[in-house]
């Protein structure tokens, strides 16, 4: 079971940009797709983005077309490039390798890999 560690959260300003990076402790080159949950106090777990191997994405749609989801296979490292940030963003978001991928989306099950999350706060 790989240990997924993510950083780059903190508090950020209204409009401003953010990059998450959540680094694997074993290689993610042969992993078919890997994603970004958030979640906020009293809510459900909601998948942000996620990317396959060969490079198809998906993104929620309340974050289409402001963030993006890219991979650096030599890194061990998913990255979540995060843009025209408001206060709806905060949460806390989770690396994630799903065991369960349906038409290139993944489906949260008890046998994924998670990271610990991290905290972003979009505030002024």
């Known amino acids: 079971q790989a240990q997924l560690v993510e950083s780059g959260g903190g508090l950020v300003q209204p409009g401003e940009s953010r990059t998450l990076s959540c680094t694997s402790s074993e290689s993610i080159a042969s992993i078919y797709a890997m994603a970004w949950y958030r979640q906020v106090p009293g809510k459900k777990r909601e998948l942000v983005a996620s990317i396959t191997k060969s490079g198809n994405t998906h993104y929620a749609d309340s974050v289409s077309g402001r963030f993006t989801i890219f991979v650096d296979n030599a890194k061990r490292t998913v990255y979540l490039q995060m843009t025209g940030l408001n206060p709806a963003d905060t949460a806390v978001y989770y690396c994630?390798?799903?065991?369960?991928?349906?038409?290139?989306?993944?489906?949260?099950?008890?046998?994924?890999?998670w990271g610990q999350g991290i905290q972003v706060t979009v505030s002024s």
């Open positions: 994630n390798i799903p065991a369960v991928v349906i038409a290139d989306i993944p489906q949260a099950s008890d046998n994924d890999d």
